[in-house]
Each structure stands twice: as C-alpha cells, then as structure tokens.
C-alpha cells in the first residue's frame, strides 16, 4: 500500500503546495473524470424478449394502471394528458407513457459549483456517487452505531478526497442528532462547503425540495440554476404501482425548476415485485415509465433518469439480498429497457447485505458493481460505502469500495490497439524464453500500463506477515485515517458562503424542532 | 445459514438413506449438472481489433518463431509439417498452425467413473475445476503450513461433496509429505478413489503422464480408455514462447492416448508478455496456436483446449496480481480468440493475490469469476479454494468459493420469459400498493426464484450479533467441519480398486524416493 502510495504521489501533476503536500503524505487528492465507457453493453435480452416486457408493461399502465395517492393535481394532469381516472387509480392507455417519456433528454449536464467536477449524465457516460440513506455508521473501532452529523461531514470529505467518486451524493449517512425537518439544510450545506463535485437535493418534503432549490441560488446565482441543472435527486416510487405525494410533491419542485430526479421503483423482488426476473422488469418498466411520463406532465423537457433499484428476498428469513444472479439480471434487462426508451439509466452500487466489510460483502458488492459497468449504467448512486443492506455507512468499505472504482475506470477504456499497444517491437525485441520487464516498450509503457490500487495488499508473505497480517479491513481503516487528515476544503467564494449560510439560519430559525 | 441449509436438506430427492442422513445433517451431497450458457457472450473486441491481432499472431509465428527445447522429435515433426527449423527455433508460416489446429474437436466429453458425472468441455458449457498447485494450505485455526496428502484428500473430499464442483481436479494442493517423484501416484488415487468426477492427469514428467493411464486403463478399463477421454491435463507454456521438453513430452503422451490437454500460456503481464493487452492477447494466441497445432501434429484429432492463464505484474513490488480490469480484458478477448478458433476455452478462476480470504479475497475472485462466466470460458481451473496467488489453497475460500459457483450457474440460465415467467396474473391478483408475497403466483413459484446461498448471511443483525458477529471466513469455517464430517466415499468395484492400488504399489517400489 505504501508502495503503491508512494507512487501517486510521484505521479501528481502541477507544482502547486497542494501536489507538494499530496506527495508528501502520501494521499492523492485528484478526481477522476466520468467514466464514458469504450466497452460495449452486455445485452442479455433478445429482441424478442424486450418487445414483450414492453408490451406487458403498456397492459400493466392501461389494465391495471397506477396510484397517485393524496395528489389531485396529478390526476389532473393526467385526466387532461389522456389517462382515465377511476378514484386515485390512473389507467395510462397504450403508448401515451411513452410518448410522454419522448421530452425527457437523452443527457443532460449536471453542474458543480467548480465546473472542472461538472458530469455528464446519459449516453455512454458513467457517474459514481456514495452510499445514500443510512441511519447507521459502521467503523472498525466503534462498531455500529447511529449516524451524527459529524458522520455525515467526514463521509463528505472521503468523498472530496476520493480521485474515482465524481459525486458528492445525497443523504450519505442520515444525520440522526439533527430535527428531521432541518436535517436537509445541514446536509446540503456540508455538500455546498466541504465539497466542490455535484450532489443530490432533499426528497422527503415538498418544501425541503424548495430548500433546496433556493440554497443553489445562493450557491449557483439564480439566473444560472434557472437555466442548468445543478441538482440530482431521488425519487422513489412505491412499488408495486404507487406514487405518493410526498415523492411527487419533490418531483413536482424539481421539475418545474428543470433540476434532475432519478424515478426510480424501490423493489425488493418477491415482496414488492413477482418473484421472476420477467415479472419485476415488467413491474420496472411500468413504473418508470408512469414517474417519468408525469415529469414530463409537470414540465416537457425535465430532466429525469430511469432508475431500477431492485433486490430480491431470502424466502427463508424475508431479508433483503444483494449481489444476486437475479439482481444482475434485472440491472442488465433493465438497461437495455432504459437504452431503448431514451433515457439516462441508474442502477448497481456497492450493493451487499454483510453486516462487516468482509468477503460477503466484496463478493455481492463486486457481483453488483460489475453489472453495472457491463449493463450500461450511467448514474451509480451507493458506488461506495454500503454495507448491511443500506442500513450502515461504513468507513472502511468505503475506500474499499472507492479503490475498486479504479478499477471500472480502467475497465471501461477499453482495450488500446494502436501501433504502441500492438506491442510487436516488445514482442520482436524479447523473442522466445526472454524477459519482458526491462524491455524498451515496457520501460516506454509500464507506468500507466495497468490499473494500480490504493489500498491493496500485493506484498511478500513475509512482509506482510512481519507488517501484522492486516487484513483488508484493517488496511482500510488506516486508509481513512489517513484522508481524512490531509482533508482540505475547496475554497469557496465568502460572499456565497455567508448567502447559504444566512438561509440555512434563517429556516431553522423559522421552524421548532421535529424529530419524527 | 442454518435456514438456509435446513431448505436445501428439506429439497433433498429421492428418499434413501443418505437423503435421509443429509436432511437430517443439513449437508447436501448432490452435484449439479455441468453449467450450460443461456445468456451471451460479452464481446469485448470488434471484428477489425480481432483480425489485427490475429494476423499479428501470425506474424510472431512465421518472423519470431518459437523454441521448442530438448525435444527433437518436436523439430522432426515440425520440419515435416512445413515449419522453418534453425537450432531449437520453429518459424511457422502463416496460416500453418491455424490450419493443424483445424482438427481439433470443437467440444468433447470427458468421462467420470460414475457417467452421471460425465461433462462436455466446448460449446455453451462451462466445467468447473477447483484449485490447483499450491504448495501451502491455510485454515482458520493452522494458518499457513506446507500442504500435505491428507490435505490433498480433505481437498478432494470437499470438491466431492461440493454441489456446484464439476470436476475433482488435478493437484488441488503439493502434498509435500511425499516423494515428488511418488506423489502423483497417490493423488489420481485420491481422485479415483474419493471422488467420482472426473479428474485431471500428472504432467511434471511423460512417465508420470503414462502413470496417468496406466492407472486409468485399470480404473475405466483398457478398451474404454483407447475410445474416450477420461483425462483433462494441465500443459503450461512456458511463456514467452517456449515450449519445454517436460510439459511437452506430457503433452505426446495424453495427445497420442487421445486424452485431453489444456494449452495454457501462463503469464505474467509485463514480466513474460508485453505491458499491454493487446499485445498480451498476440502472444497468447500465437503460443496457444503452437502447441494446439502441435498437438495436432502429434494425433490429429486430439482433445484439446486454449487455455489462458494471465494476469499482470504489480510494477511497483513485482507481485503478480489478480482480478484486475486488464486481466478480465485478456480473458474477454481471449474467448473471442478461442471461438473464432473453434476450439474450447480455459480460463478464470477464483483467483486473487490476497493472503486471507477476505474482501481483498473476495474482491478480486468475483471479478475474475464473472468475467468467465461472460467471456465464455468453458473449463475453469481454480474455481475454487485459490489464495495468495495460488501459493496456498485455503480450506475456508474452497466452500466460499464453491457458493459463488452457483450464483454462476442460476446468471447462466438466463432470463425465462414463458408465461409463468411474464408473472402477468401476479401483477393483476396484487395491483397498486400490494403485496407479493402472499399472491398465488408466488406461492407456486417461491421455491425456486432465486439463488440460495448456503454460507452467506442475511439474518437479523441482532440474532447475528448474539451468535457471535461471525464473519464470512468464520461460518466458512464451520461450513468446512460439516462438510467433512459428513463425506462418505463415492462406491467402486473393489477389484478395480484393488487394481489401481496394486499399480501405485508396484510404482513406488520400482523407484527410490525423490525430494526434488
């Protein structure tokens, strides 16, 4: 590890005191582009197969239709879109969901508030961001136990600090020590302050969403955020077929202000959805098709993601699983859906149900992430740090799972065939039984020829042996404690700073506290 | 895991005694069918990349050549064949080795003693084989010690009664307790003898090859085995681009007897092959071209499959490393290689650099795992039970390993989409805001929707916390003690038996004991 370190310092560019002091302590502090994928997709559908879930989910909208609960205005759209509304129950006749679905973009930027972190979500892009929604924090010295919000600010900084995590992300841990109804200007004023790469929107009330909206006037100008799209959000729907106000209440915020939702059914399969994968891509496609359709009803041209998380359960004990060949399958049918629609696509994560960062977890995360480099994924919320089946946040797997990020970066470039990678001068030169490693091309090529890790083990027995037997957890740790104590925060204009934080005073000033 | 093992007991079929007896143990002792591909193969080159390194390979063929060394018989035949012979070197023009290898089946049946065992290498299918050549094992409560025969057996053991293991292997560990010169002899009596699926031959001298047959004439019978492949064997190139007397003369000997050999390249990316993947893909085909050809050469018609063993070099400690994105690069294109060849493919494995199995462990062998199941490998060496870059085997990877082997086979079946499958009835019995579990299509289908684990956890933290917050190597652990308590040997004629030992016998009084 120190070796490997050792080296990304030595590779950091521009002579700034910044690089200076990265070299010096052994911790990089670049970020990554996006991924945009020279791989192809893996399809594992034929056509034959996609053209029927699409003509099952177009019965599932116009048989049995949707629910949009305790939303008059919905159904109102809808009414006039064309749907017949029976109670709260809307029936979407075949092909006007997706006609509607036609105005969303097929990409859209998202803004940063330093434009070198600005993401391109859609096409052939891939956008990693943390772990979102845990109530829970893990690490290897204190255990499990509720996540604060100084919980919240340090997984922040990980991801400030974390070269191959191009997103600030959202509710990255939830910060229980905060009222419910302020939480949402904490945590997007430690995304606006201690991060400069994009991040999510507050989801759970209407009126956070307006929150949010108004803080990135503060932080963007509002002339800017009126004409780009500076926030992602997460809209669950509830599965099976239901929308709710609250969700919509935000998605109706967002898309008016032309800021990105990701509609995305929340289903664990089995429960949520029929226990085959045919059935819950049916089931995915309905829905997406439903929450994006109406986007597209509250403001044409909204941008928006199709989202499929989706998970099956353990008949045996009615828990959540993660990593399974079921899941794969579903993210890999439900891309190619997402690809035929037009439509940005979110799925995978650093998906597992392990209470510890140990092998279960690395088996069902890698299981997951690598669906979704191959299924086409563009937008890959908990990319880092779940554990437990999203109840924790966890320190530790958080590098782990932020080192194997590289990993896919790498992956998804593809396989080089210029004269250069061709290698026929190496092969010329070593010729049968020689050795390759002091070779012209290799000493041409070796540093950037193959992904290295941050954190890894590849030393001698011996070595490691002597160096305590640490196992990957323990490396990780170190790991973040090391970040954590180079962290710098991006420098911020004081002007804005003070406009966020005046606002962030002001709300909490307006409301008593609610924990509930 | 107790649930879920107490289901697999409650699945057992057929109700005799030993059914029985695994009920009532909640060990299973069924092993599942060789896996066969209903889903795609991920494609990771274009055709013009493809054709490019195809003809390079030719070019490395007729301008560079290979050496085939001590072995004159080789350079006579390949002087006949049409080849340019300069001292040990063997230029071979274009189009010469592609067209020998034109004889070699494209799939073939290797025969276990029990024929229920019975797997076809080639085609869709993929065959997997546990661990192979590690001179160390390691368990949880003995560390890291020098592999022994009992070692060797409890290996053999566990891959006997191991659902998802197809094939009981070749050197699953270095029994370092006994002669080199005798070991082999008491390792293919542990596979005959412990196990009754098929197994690989020895290949460190032609003697111990024609061992190998010796021993399977008197196990198969001599008619049987002059008509049938019963031995897959493992031939390493010694790469770059040598071919040495000893792993050849093993090579003549399973060639001539029509028995199976895999032509496997081992490198290290960097060290014995360019930096690149593109290159590395060149001199793999070239070499795999070679010795197919050349077996060809030897009786044409000969079993025979491309391997590729290949990872890449940590430049920074000189490690080999192990499940990273530029080896499953290799391992995608050398698959499309291999079939645009008509020949199987070997490849993948649960390999990783790890020294325990932990996340690092696990990391690593899922993504090598999944880009086989993809990259359409056809018989998988180290499917399980690899560590430390295969310095050891390990007792806890082997059973952790073996239950990601059928996450492999439920991916492989692909995506059902007959009406059951649609699950339309589902969606219309339960509608917006329902539930799925209690619905009548879940109820005839929830047995078999999904993927069973048989080690992993998924249970409620609190009852996990209370039975020890074990980790994954820890139930591994346990999952090891069970398995073995519960072996029983397979039946065998006990004059065949009588047979094979009366050979091993005869064979180590014949010889004085050797060490090195």
């Known amino acids: 590890m120190s070796e490997a370190e050792g080296n990304a310092g030595r590779r950091a560019r521009g002579g700034g005191g910044a690089a200076r002091r990265a070299a010096r302590t052994n911790v990089g502090i670049e970020t990554a582009r996006y991924i945009t994928r020279n791989i192809p997709d893996f399809e594992i559908l034929n056509a034959e197969a996609l053209e029927l879930i699409e003509a099952n989910a177009e019965t599932v909208l116009a048989e049995i239709g949707v629910n949009f609960v305790d939303n008059p205005g919905a159904l109102a759209r809808w009414r006039e879109a064309g749907a017949e509304i029976e109670g709260e129950r809307v029936r979407i006749p075949r092909g006007l969901a997706r006609k509607l679905c036609a105005t969303a973009p097929a990409r859209f930027v998202q803004h940063a508030r330093n434009p070198e972190r600005n993401v391109e979500i859609g096409g052939r892009n891939l956008v ?151 059935g819950t891509l049916t089931q995915v496609l309905a829905e997406v098709l439903a929450g994006v359709a109406y986007s597209q009803l509250v403001r044409p041209g909204a941008p928006v993601i199709f989202g499929a998380f989706v998970t099956s359960i353990d008949m045996n004990s009615g828990a959540p699983t993660f990593g399974t060949p079921e899941a794969s399958q579903i993210l890999y049918g439900a891309g190619q859906l997402a690809r035929r629609l037009g439509l940005p696509f979110r799925s995978g994560g650093a998906l597992c149900g392990s209470k510890l960062p140990d092998a279960q977890a690395a088996y069902e995360t890698a299981a997951t992430l690598n669906a979704a480099l191959l299924g086409g994924v563009n937008f890959m919320l908990h990319a880092a740090g779940w554990l437990e089946g999203g109840l924790v946040a966890s320190y530790e797997k958080y590098v782990m799972d932020a080192d194997q990020l590289g990993a896919l970066h790498r992956m998804a470039a593809g396989i080089a065939t210029d004269p250069a990678a061709q290698a026929m001068d190496a092969l010329r030169e070593v010729g049968p039984g020689g050795h390759f490693l002091g070779c012209a091309h290799t000493q041409a090529h070796f540093r950037d020829a193959f992904w290295r890790t941050d954190l890894l083990d590849y030393k001698p027995f011996e070595t490691w042996d002597e160096e305590g037997a640490r196992d990957t957890a323990t490396l990780a740790a170190d790991r973040v404690t090391r970040l954590l104590a180079r962290y710098e925060a991006p420098p911020l204009d004081p002007a804005r700073r003070e406009a966020v934080e005046d606002y962030v005073a002001r709300r909490k000033a307006d409301m008593p506290d609610a924990f509930v």
Chains 1, 2 share one sequence.
């Open 128 to 278: 990693l961001a943390p772990v979102y929604g845990p109530p829970f924090v893990r690490d290897i010295d204190g255990g499990r136990r509720y996540a604060t919000m100084e919980d919240f600010r340090r997984f922040v900084q990980l991801g400030q600090m974390s070269k191959w995590m191009h997103h600030s992300g959202g509710t990255v841990c939830e910060p229980t020590d905060v009222p419910v109804n302020k939480r949402h200007l904490d945590m997007i004023h430690a995304h606006m302050t201690l991060s400069d790469k994009p991040f999510m929107g507050s989801v759970t009330e209407p009126s956070r969403a307006r929150d949010s909206v108004a803080m990135c006037e503060l932080l963007f100008g509002k002339d800017f955020v009126a004409e780009n799209t500076v926030m992602t959000s997460l809209v669950n729907i509830n599965s099976p077929l239901t929308f709710d106000a609250t969700m919509m209440g935000a998605l109706e915020v967002y898309a008016a202000a032309n800021q990105a939702c990701i509609v995305s059914p929340f289903i664990v399969g089995g429960a949520m959805a029929p226990v085959t994968v045919a």
